[in-house]
């Protein structure tokens, strides 16, 4: 018996969208869509990817920026084209310090806005806060307190949940890890059914077995953690 040793797997964007269509029952064998179908696929399947960026925070989405505190400012924009020129975060997980001369990572308490805008505004020091507001295609990170020129020679670091990469050409393929191929797909041919026509019965047991390959494909997305429970002793 003879395995192929091959652990990667890759369709390109058409590919992913005839997939789609084919299970709507709309093509016969050996049929391919037309260039109208494609164009109109790419664009349902682009608005998937970006509604996908509201499931969570995937541990395989995961990244991390460092950048150096500047004097007497308190926040950093951060998005392609911005001072920090990366993909902006969709959310923001973790964050932590490390001072010049020192090995060691000082957590920072990542925080809500609300609680940032209690602060006094006037207050300078070493940043031992942040807090994340994201915008449309850039969001602004605010550190607290607002470094002083003792801070410059720190460097912070924010691990963060990256945007999904949309498909732009046919030969793209997905920034999802393949474990994803029948998510999207199915909750691809759920999406464009209508435009095609398919009975409301059809498209409900669709949207079903949608359903069911994107709930086991978030399965594997979560870090593995321990759960520690302790009793209150404050009351």
């Not at 395995?3 to 029952?25: H, W």
């Not at 957590?107 to 805008?117: D, G, H, Q, W, Y």
């Not at 030969?171 to 994803?180: A, I």
């Amino acid at each position: 018996m003879s395995t192929s040793g091959i652990t990667v797997y890759q369709i390109n964007r058409d590919a992913i969208i005839t997939a789609a269509i084919r299970k709507l029952g709309v093509l016969a064998e050996g049929q391919t869509p037309t260039a109208e179908a494609i164009t109109d696929g790419s664009t349902a399947l682009n608005m998937l990817i970006a509604q996908l960026r509201s499931i969570g925070m995937p541990l395989w989405a995961r990244k991390t920026h460092t950048f150096n505190p500047v004097a007497a400012q308190q926040v950093y924009q951060i998005g392609i084209g911005k001072a920090l020129n990366v993909a902006y975060p969709i959310h923001v997980l973790q964050a932590y310090r490390m001072d010049s001369g020192s090995t060691t990572r000082i957590n920072m308490e990542v925080i809500p806005n609300f609680n940032l805008n209690l602060y006094p505004t006037t207050s300078g020091g070493t940043p031992i806060q942040l807090s994340y507001q994201p915008f449309i295609n850039y969001g602004e990170i605010s550190v607290w307190p607002t470094p002083d020129s003792s801070a410059t020679s720190s460097t912070i670091t924010v691990v963060y949940q990256s945007p999904f990469q949309y498909f732009n050409s046919s030969t793209d393929t997905m920034d999802f890890p393949e474990e994803w191929y029948l998510a999207i797909v199915y909750n691809l041919a759920t999406l464009i059914a209508p435009e095609w026509t398919i009975p409301l019965q059809d498209r409900q047991a669709l949207a079903m077995e949608a359903a069911k390959y994107l709930e086991m494909a978030k399965e594997n997305g979560p870090e593995d953690g321990s759960l520690f429970i302790q009793p209150n002793r404050r009351q």
